[in-house]
Every structure is written in C-alpha cells, then in structure tokens.
C-alpha cells in the first residue's frame, strides 16, 4: 500500500548513539569508527557469538540510529508520531537507566519532520529503587509513559538471553515492584520469546489493571529456520513452533489489559537469512512469510488490541522499512476494511496517551 491516506504513529523504534552515551560498544567505537571492517571484527570478537547472531549485523551496536536516520528510513510515508522503546541503556544500574530518557529528550524529532509521541524507559522492578526511578524518568521527560523490561530468555542455549534468569516475569521481587505500575498509571511493554508466553500470561492474570503490550507478537524463535543449536532445524520442529505460538496468543488475547505489536518479524533470531544473503525482503516475500502470524493476531486480539510497530532499526537488517509498512498495511487491510487506521494509528495513540 503506497498510500496509507494519513500519518501513521510507529509504537516501536529505537534511538541510539554509541559516540556519545553509555554504550557497550562506545571503547571499540571511539578507536575504531573510521575502520569499518576492523570494527565489525573486534565486535565479532569481543561480544557473543549469540548476540552478533540475533543481530545479524554488528552495525546495530556500533552504528549511531537517530531521528534523521529514521525519517530517512521511512521513505515517502510520514509518521504523525514515535514511541522511543529502551534500547538496553550501557549505564542500567539503578537510577544510571534515566540517562536515556534524558537522552532521547535530548534529540531533535522537529526538525527532522518527525515528533517524540512517548518514551517507554527501563527499570527493573525488583529494584529497591524502583518508585524512585520511575519518579525519576517522569521527571526527565513528559514524554515518560511505562517502562519496558526485557525477559527474552530461551531454553536453547543457543539463543542470546535478553534477562539474567529464565522466568523473570514470575520472580517475587519483580512482582512485588511491578505493583507500582498501576499505582502511577504507567504501562509495560512485555517482551519474551514465544517459549514463555505463559510467564506474559500469568504477569497480566495477576496485574489486570496495568495496560501491557507484547512486544514482537512474542518472538517465535526458529520459526523460519535453525537459530541457536537445535531450535527450528527441522520443518516438523518449525510447524511445532507456530503451533504453540498460536494456541499461545490466543489465550493471552483473553486478557482485556493485554495489547500487542506487529513488529520484529524480521530479527534474524526468528531463522531470517536475508543478511546473509546480503539482500532485503521484497514487499511479497514478507507477505508470504507473516501474513499468518499477523492474521492469527488479528483474530486473537482483534483490531483495537494490535498495532504496527516497525522496530527499526532492528529489523533493517532484513528489509526495508517502505517494504515492511508496504506489506504489513496490505496484509492488515485485507483483514478488515477498518483495520488499518486502528492498527497504524489509533491504537498506539490510546495505549500510550499520545
């Protein structure tokens, strides 16, 4: 769809400079900038294998990705607003995780024809602080609406873990903290592979007053081909995979607080090899590949509970972002003739009080 017919609200990008802010990169940047090549192999040495892996390309942790960056990402299409997700601030102890919501404060959206819709930071609940930073974030930026914290962990070990335990949603400290979500009137962007969607389940049952929203309609790793040591190797393993992730969704869309994004469909930790092969998805080639995950979603959670989020600069590494909006709006416009502007737009626009 070359033509949405109004300016979408994208509920999911991140922002980052690895020149300037507390970085895990930012030694290996500052010495190596200039050498492209050099950089991208001390990268290759210096961190994970599983996290150059889920990456795809090193450019994500040593690339700056700015506003001007996105708007030139965005192409022909014009976004009314953007929600700034965390993007695993270097500095995450304690109160250190406010330096990035000043930081994307900080950032010139105006100018580059864009405006800064809502910031969701970082905190962890189990953090004795935790009242305080939230008090903290809201303090840096009006812009301030919940807080993200990643639980991606994967029982292949072969997959980079996102957390520092396996069923963080289900740990006592956490639950105790995330109470005080409800209490400020923020929401929680949930994020997990498709393996512990009962932990998301659960963590929505036992807060049904907090707004949550899935990130990544759960991430099914594997589900297009082999990632870590034995995930998705086989076409029976990969059927089993989406199996799973549907009777999964649909049961979470039970949940009337619970939301999701149609985004990060492209990760390579999903079994993409589009980086490898050194090209992007065509507009078709995403259709064909998500138009029955982004259907089952849609017939879960309906067409007021999702909403499109392009995770860039996540998924650059797959495709194009005029082919991800191309595709994903073609797909969500077939469902239902109302769809659209609900999913491009509206529902962003409720969950995260723009």
């Avoid at 690339?63 to 708007?71: D, F, G, I, Q, R």
């Avoid at 953090?127 to 301030?144: G, Q, W």
């Avoid at 957390?163 to 289900?170: G, I, M, T």
């Avoid at 709006?329 to 737009?345: E, M, T």
């Amino acid at each position: 769809m070359q033509n949405l017919g109004f300016a979408l609200i994208d509920a999911h990008i991140h922002q980052w400079d690895p020149y300037n802010t507390p970085h895990s990169a930012r030694l290996a940047v500052k010495l190596l900038g200039k050498h492209p090549n050099l950089l991208d192999k001390t990268i290759r040495l210096i961190k994970p294998k599983t996290l150059i892996e889920t990456l795809g390309r090193t450019e994500h942790v040593t690339s700056p990705y700015l506003p001007e960056h996105y708007a030139r990402d965005l192409g022909f299409y014009t976004a009314e607003k953007v929600v700034h997700i965390e993007a695993n601030w270097h500095n995450h102890k304690g109160k250190g995780v406010v330096g990035e919501t000043e930081f994307i404060e900080s950032l010139d959206f105006k100018n580059n024809g864009l405006a800064l819709g809502a910031i969701v930071a970082t905190a962890d609940p189990r953090d004795s602080n935790f009242k305080k930073i939230l008090k903290l974030h809201h303090k840096a930026s009006p812009n301030f609406r919940g807080i993200r914290k990643m639980a991606a962990v994967h029982e292949d070990h072969g997959i980079f873990s996102w957390a520092d335990e396996p069923h963080l949603y289900r740990n006592k400290k956490f639950l105790k903290g995330f109470e005080a979500l409800a209490q400020y009137n923020l929401s929680f962007d949930a994020w997990t592979y498709s393996t512990q969607l009962g932990d998301v389940l659960a963590l929505a049952k036992q807060f049904p007053e907090t707004s949550i929203v899935l990130d990544h309609l759960g991430t099914p790793a594997g589900l297009f081909g082999q990632v870590g040591t034995h995930t998705g190797v086989t076409k029976t393993a990969r059927e089993n995979i989406l199996f799973r992730w549907q009777e999964d969704i649909a049961e979470l869309a039970h949940c009337p607080n619970v939301y999701s994004k149609i985004s990060g469909l492209f990760m390579p930790v999903l079994g993409h090899q589009f980086h490898l092969q050194k090209r992007e998805a065509s507009k078709q080639e995403i259709i064909d590949l998500t138009a029955p995950l982004i259907q089952h979603a849609l017939q879960s959670f309906g067409i007021y509970r999702l909403m499109f989020a392009s995770n860039f600069p996540m998924d650059r590494v797959s495709t194009s972002l005029v082919n991800l909006i191309d595709a994903t709006s073609d797909i969500v416009a077939a469902y239902h003739p109302n769809a659209l502007q609900q999913v491009f737009h509206h529902n962003a626009k409720q969950f995260y009080r723009l």
